[in-house]
């Protein structure tokens, strides 16, 4: 039997799915992991915990399936930091995209330059962002620069572990905040702006490759987990791929994601785009990049609510439903940035604001207030999506969200577009097993 395997390393879980060549889920492995918080802001993870989380789904998919794959693609999040020594071995923990603390130094980046470094990285600048990060870390823990030497992501600390060099792939790359996608290069301007009042950048940046670069196992690894010679691809990021694994290739298709946060994207071909959008726009493989933006307050705004309703809603399900036996019009404003937001205002400061409630409002408005909070957040992306590329022809929504065919509902009549379920089983897994399958049919460069 031939199948391809996505390994998508994500923030809370690994999941290792098998693909048969026409794209059918055969089978999937999981195994999930903490997000620390050992301090406000703060949301990281061990690096040794993840790696052993996804050995582990890996070897035992491959078990369980009772045969090799033909190749094996890889995803990972984007916006990780890891700092490592001279031995290029992990200092501390995973700082994720989640991670707040680079809010610190916000004020150091003018509007001017923060215009000018989204136009040429396509990244954001925000606490997410590697280059934000890595500002904050120089300039609030001066001791890290005297021991840290490597500046490593998730990807390239894992390939470095399991082929013994670190690489970072074109997806990753550039959606650190640090590269010139369209130059293919690291950007001189961004690692300025990210060393501060560093002479130069202080930390080694791993090599950028292509996401149908093959690698090589090192020989204990590969027996240990039971590939000895399967093709390993570099892959990309998960919101990338997710779009290559939804079929999702041309502007007018658009991809709207809701779980705990959200997200909402479409393929086009520009290589730059306009800050007064406030999207971004992230290579997929050559000409094809990725554009969109991403909120922190999708379910997990509900989620809040709920809980802070419990008496009147067992669960968030029930509290949609009640939400929609009251008009919009009848019920307060809701303006859902609990957690801070990315798009569309990119502010891990701003705060929610509910306006207009009067004494005759009761849980059910609070409920409809909330649900269109987020849901007109979503419409708000989706037209600077518009905005930049195209109108919008077809939606196509996955996620938690998709359990509530009224939200589905609501979604698609604010939106004004046809709304559809995507068909994409495990979306980024199974676009890092199209790469690792187009790889293998087409041809492909192997690391010397």
């Not at 990753?172 to 640090?178: I, P």
């Not at 036996?325 to 019920?331: K, L, M, N, Q």
């Not at 009761?362 to 987020?374: I, K, P, Q, S, T």
């Amino acid at each position: 039997m031939t199948y391809h395997i996505g390994l998508d390393i994500g923030t809370t879980s690994t999941k290792a799915c098998a693909f048969d060549p026409a794209g059918k889920l055969l089978a999937t492995e999981e195994r999930p992991y903490p997000l620390l918080h050992p301090e406000p802001g703060a949301a990281v993870q061990e690096p040794m915990v993840i790696l052993e989380a996804a050995e582990n789904a890996l070897a035992d998919l491959v078990s369980s399936v009772g045969e090799k794959p033909a190749a094996i693609g890889l995803s990972c999040p984007m916006h990780s930091v890891i700092l490592c020594d001279a031995y290029e071995t992990p200092i501390d923990h995973v700082i994720t995209w989640a991670d707040t603390r680079a809010q610190a130094v916000m004020d150091d980046f003018s509007k001017a330059e923060r215009e000018e470094l989204l136009r040429l990285t396509g990244t954001p600048v925000h606490p997410m962002s590697p280059m934000v990060k890595l500002r904050w870390l120089l300039k609030d823990n001066p001791g890290w620069k005297e021991e840290a030497v490597f500046c490593y992501d998730l990807k390239s600390f894992l390939t470095k572990y399991w082929t013994n060099t670190a690489v970072i792939d074109q997806q990753l790359a550039s959606a650190s905040g640090l590269y010139d996608a369209p130059a293919g290069q690291w950007s001189a301007r961004a690692l300025a702006m990210a060393a501060g009042d560093e002479e130069t950048f202080p930390f080694h940046l791993p090599p950028v490759q292509s996401a149908k670069q093959c690698l090589e196992w090192a020989d204990h690894i590969a027996k240990r987990l039971g590939v000895e010679g399967v093709p390993l691809f570099l892959g990309g990021s998960d919101g990338v791929l997710a779009n290559l694994g939804s079929g999702i290739l041309a502007p007018g298709e658009v991809a709207i994601t809701v779980g705990t946060s959200g997200a909402v994207r479409t393929t086009h071909r520009q290589s730059r785009i306009d800050p007064v959008h406030g999207l971004f726009n992230y290579q997929l493989y050559d000409d094809y990049y990725v554009v969109g933006g991403a909120t922190n307050n999708g379910g997990k705004a509900l989620a809040y609510w709920q809980n802070l309703l419990s008496a009147h809603f067992s669960d968030v399900g029930t509290m949609i439903d009640a939400a929609l036996t009251v008009s919009a019009e009848e019920s307060p404003v809701f303006l859902p940035y609990l957690y801070g937001e990315r798009a569309p205002v990119w502010d891990a400061a701003a705060t929610a604001e509910l306006t207009g409630l009067a004494g005759h409002h009761d849980h059910r408005h609070l409920a409809r207030a909330v649900l269109e909070g987020v849901t007109n957040n979503l419409v708000a992306i989706l037209r600077q999506l518009e905005a930049a590329t195209c109108p919008a022809q077809r939606l196509h929504a996955s996620g938690g969200f998709t359990k509530s065919p009224e939200w589905l509902d609501l979604l698609a009549r604010r939106a004004d577009c046809e709304l559809v379920l995507a068909d994409a089983a495990q979306a980024s897994a199974y676009g890092a097993a199209i790469i690792a399958r187009e790889a293998c049919t087409r041809g492909f460069s192997r690391r010397v």
